[in-house]
């Protein structure tokens, strides 16, 4: 069972540094989530994409996150100039489109970004 | 707006015993409702969801959920509790009539089954 995968799984970076993640769905899944959770929280909401299309992005995405999935496939999601407060494990999920969005989605392991 | 309160942080329980942990939303529409479970260093697992009918729902590994429209509730429970249900605990909503996919969690509860 090939589930949503995340390279890498630890970041270890120093503060101002660009960092990328990267997160590959499930192949058939055309919806596709970041998340960012934090020590003690439940995952926070970035952005999600419907194929190739970035269809929301919260506001807690500064200008210095951008996510991208060029193909409809796997996404990447970089963040510059990186801050202590970006220290945090960030959550790719995946979930079909179909019966109107009541899908649940698949969670993959996700990233975990310490910053130096 | 959407939101999710999950006033436990952590619910212990005895081995063999009922548990609940308990989840209430807040949406402008129709609620979608799910539960998650976290284990250490890993993504979340989906466990079961509300969508429409029976109030009742039943999940994965004995899971199941009371979606309780009035009280605006949609509490976890399973009759008797296991050492390995041992974990974090997520309740997530989605609001069916905002014309978003986006999904709001709960801050989690913490679930400790002793032997």
């Known amino acids: 069972d090939t589930g949503v995968s995340q390279d890498p799984r630890h970041k270890i970076t120093k503060r101002g540094q660009n960092v990328t993640f990267r997160c590959d769905p499930i192949?058939?899944?055309?919806?596709l989530y970041w998340y960012r959770q934090t020590l003690g929280q439940g995952p926070e909401f970035l952005t999600y994409?419907?194929?190739?299309?970035?269809?929301?992005k919260s506001r807690l995405l500064s200008d210095r996150f951008s996510a991208e999935r060029p193909k409809g496939s796997f996404s990447t999601l970089e963040i510059q100039r990186t801050e202590q407060g970006d220290s945090a494990m960030y959550l790719c999920?995946?979930?079909?489109?179909?019966?109107?969005?009541?899908?649940?989605?698949?969670f993959g392991d996700g990233t975990r970004l310490s910053i130096l | 707006a959407q939101s999710v309160a999950q006033p436990e942080d952590q619910v212990n329980v005895a081995e063999g015993n009922p548990l609940t942990v308990k989840c209430t939303y807040s949406v402008s529409g129709n609620p979608y409702l799910f539960w998650y479970v976290q284990y250490p260093n890993r993504g979340l697992q989906f466990l079961l969801k509300?969508?429409?009918?029976?109030?009742l729902v039943k999940g994965s590994y004995g899971f199941e959920a009371e979606f309780n429209k009035s009280q605006t509730s949609f509490h976890l429970k399973k009759p008797s509790a296991l050492v390995s249900d041992s974990a974090l605990y997520f309740c997530a909503v989605r609001d069916a009539s905002s014309g978003t996919y986006k999904y709001i969690f709960g801050t989690g509860t913490r679930l400790k089954v002793l032997a």
């Open positions: 192949s058939e899944h055309n919806r």
């Open positions: 509300y969508i429409t009918g029976d109030n």
């Open positions: 999920a995946s979930s079909p489109s179909g019966d109107l969005g009541n899908q649940p989605q698949h």
């Open positions: 994409f419907q194929n190739e299309a970035q269809l929301e």
